[in-house]
């Protein structure tokens, strides 16, 4: 008799976070210190739910906030005309595949419109250091963008189907290729290449064009011991040739990036804050994670 | 992939499992230990039973299958049997003679031409799985190999998978063998695009943990076992698998077996041992238990629930 191939169902996955959400207009359950401008790199663009931009808003009005908003090609026009109305909070970013053989076509029409980089740039089909995709990091290097990748591993979406994507594509380690071989690219990395945080901060320290966002499920799974990431980012009180700017701190080279809805990143906040805690990570760094150094690569103004 | 035991490595290891045997009964996993199976003693409660994913085939002791199913009847236990392909009527014999105790699995190379007919003869002769598969000349997930993956996706086999570092065997000639061919990074595609096949990575891809963990969360038909190294390596720390296995009673991960709600359903067991030495594994396994602070149906479900489902057995 053959064995059963197993067929689960899907379990209700999604992106959120296991604390009770706070509606984005409503008060937080518990303050947030003063933090200064934040700059959210990871704000999916939720078509499907009503008033996505009017929430978000809402949100970034609030907590000082604006998001890179990853938005795909055939919404491109509505987050455009946002970004527009709201320069201040809304940064376009365009989600693109880079398989499609109309990407390029479509990075024009992205720049066209304002757009000011590309991401999440996920599931592609070979190693996204593959030399097939340099066409759009020369664009985008040409264009002087920020390309976000997805790093490490990604959610499954069918689990009865065959699908052809593979973590092992989008590996940190693939990005050091791609901020070497573009060098006027900033190439940020979402979730620390979860689980290889090490070749992420290796990565990291020697590419002054890399940065890496602590989406996901990455900070709920160190959550008892947040500490470790001064052994990830190890490298305080020694000569640091790649630095980018005056801070010294290893910690400078991360990023806020909250990868959920609108209801949920100020837990991610309060989550980033319990990090810095446990790091010791100083005041100047923090306001540079949180969005100092997003602010200076977007020239944003206060 | 199995390894091989000096006479004082096995003698080490038997003292080694008489002690921890008598601190660790299987009280909570309803195992028997050494102890309740003695002749004499009282009777013993129902036997939890054990399916072992992890059964090499030794072609070269002519006792083999007698040892083998004295103990299988000893602890109640089914062994996936890692067969070569000349040993394949031997062993799909004793499976329908002794079909409780011996499941037949068919061990292929992959990079051998005639490994899809290999692969079709195993399953006309009642073969439910494949494995160990290992020395591969490519990375696991290499195109060249969907051909035996496409067999065992209609036929809804388990395919067990060497991960992690391998063994070598010769020192002093040149052989064309890499670990990292064999990295669990690779099981992820492969339970992807093959989603009837059920993948079990040996090892827990030894040393990296940490990848096939997150693999087995985003994959329900995916697990991985802790034979090898791995249970020894960590014995002083067997606490730190909570740090893999990390999202027990979370919404992060994927459907388990029985819904249950542990991280650590996502393993199954196996020895890669001989006969002698499963018991001594099977401590080594309720060790991690008690160190990480499983609950009793999930250890039941790596003992042998889960195989017991996916194999209809039982």
């Known amino acids: 008799m053959a064995a059963l191939g197993l067929n689960w169902p899907l379990l209700a996955k999604s992106s959120a976070l296991p604390q009770t959400p706070s509606p984005a207009s409503s008060q937080p359950s518990s303050e947030l210190p003063a933090l200064g401008r934040i700059i959210d790199m990871h704000v999916h663009y939720r078509h499907q739910e009503p008033g996505f931009l009017d929430t978000f808003l809402k949100l970034s009005d609030r907590l000082n906030l604006a998001g890179c908003i990853l938005t795909p090609f055939e919404h491109r026009k509505i987050v455009a005309d946002a970004a527009k109305a709201h320069p201040g909070q809304i940064i376009p970013f365009g989600a693109l595949q880079l398989d499609a053989p109309e990407a390029i076509r479509q990075m024009e029409e992205f720049h066209d419109l304002g757009y000011r980089g590309l991401g999440e740039i996920s599931s592609m089909k070979r190693n996204c250091s593959d030399p097939e995709y340099f066409p759009v990091y020369e664009l985008a290097s040409g264009y002087k963008w920020i390309v976000m990748f997805h790093t490490g591993i990604v959610g499954r979406g069918k689990f009865d189907e065959a699908e052809n994507v593979a973590s092992g ?49 990455t900070l709920p799974k160190m959550a008892g011991r947040l500490g470790d990431f001064q052994k990830i980012l190890w490298w305080s009180d020694v000569e640091w040739e790649a630095q980018p700017a005056n801070d010294p701190s290893p910690f400078s080279k991360l990023v806020f990036g909250s990868d959920t809805g609108t209801e949920n990143i100020e837990n991610v906040l309060h989550r980033y804050l319990a990090m810095f805690d446990a790091c010791n990570v100083p005041a100047a760094t923090r306001k540079t994670v949180l969005g100092g150094t997003m602010a200076k690569m977007l020239e944003l103004h206060d | 992939m199995k390894e091989s035991i000096s006479r004082r490595k ?31 003693s009282p009777p013993a409660p129902p036997k939890q039973h054990i399916v072992d994913i992890h059964t090499h085939f030794e072609p070269k002791n002519p006792g083999y299958l007698d040892e083998f199913l004295r103990m299988s009847e000893k602890l109640n236990l089914t062994g996936c049997m890692l067969t070569p392909f000349e040993n394949r009527q031997v062993v799909a014999e004793a499976a329908r003679q002794h079909p409780t105790h011996i499941v037949p699995f068919g061990y292929v190379d992959l990079d051998a031409p005639e490994a899809a007919k290999q692969v079709e003869e195993f399953h006309a002769l009642g073969y439910r799985g494949l494995g160990e598969l290992e020395f591969v000349k490519k990375p696991y997930s290499d195109p060249s190999y969907f051909p035996v993956y496409e067999l065992a996706n209609r036929y809804q086999w388990v395919v067990l998978f060497h991960t992690g570092i391998v063994l070598r065997e010769k020192f002093h000639e040149p052989e064309d063998v890499a670990s990292y061919r064999m990295r669990a990074i690779y099981l992820e595609e492969i339970a992807r695009r093959f989603p009837q096949i059920t993948v079990i990575g040996a090892h827990c891809g030894n040393p990296e943990y940490d990848w096939a963990a997150e693999i087995a969360r985003w994959n329900p038909n995916v697990f991985f076992d802790l034979s090898g190294s791995t249970l020894k390596k960590l014995s002083g720390r067997l606490g730190e698998m909570s740090k893999y296995f990390w999202w027990s009673g979370t919404d992060e991960g994927t459907e388990n077996p029985n819904n249950d709600p542990s991280a650590f359903s996502k393993l199954v067991f196996g020895s890669d041992s001989g006969p002698k030495d499963v018991e001594h594994v099977l401590t080594q396994y309720q060790a991690m238990f008690e160190a990480c602070g499983v609950p009793e149906t999930t250890q039941r479900l790596i003992l042998g629930g889960t195989l017991s489902k996916i194999l209809q057995i039982g």
């Open chain 1, 169 to 217: 594509r989008m590996r940190p380690i693939h990005l050091e290729e791609i901020a070497r071989q573009f060098p006027k690219l900033t190439v940020l990395g979402a979730h620390l290449g979860n689980p290889e945080y090490e070749w992420a901060a290796e990565v990291t320290r020697w590419n002054p064009n890399v940065y890496f966002d602590l989406s996901g499920t």
């Open chain 2, 10 to 40: 096995f003698l080490e290891a038997s003292v080694k499992t008489a002690a921890i045997a008598a601190a660790l009964p299987f009280a909570g996993s309803g195992i028997a230990s050494a102890s309740t199976l003695a002749e004499g």
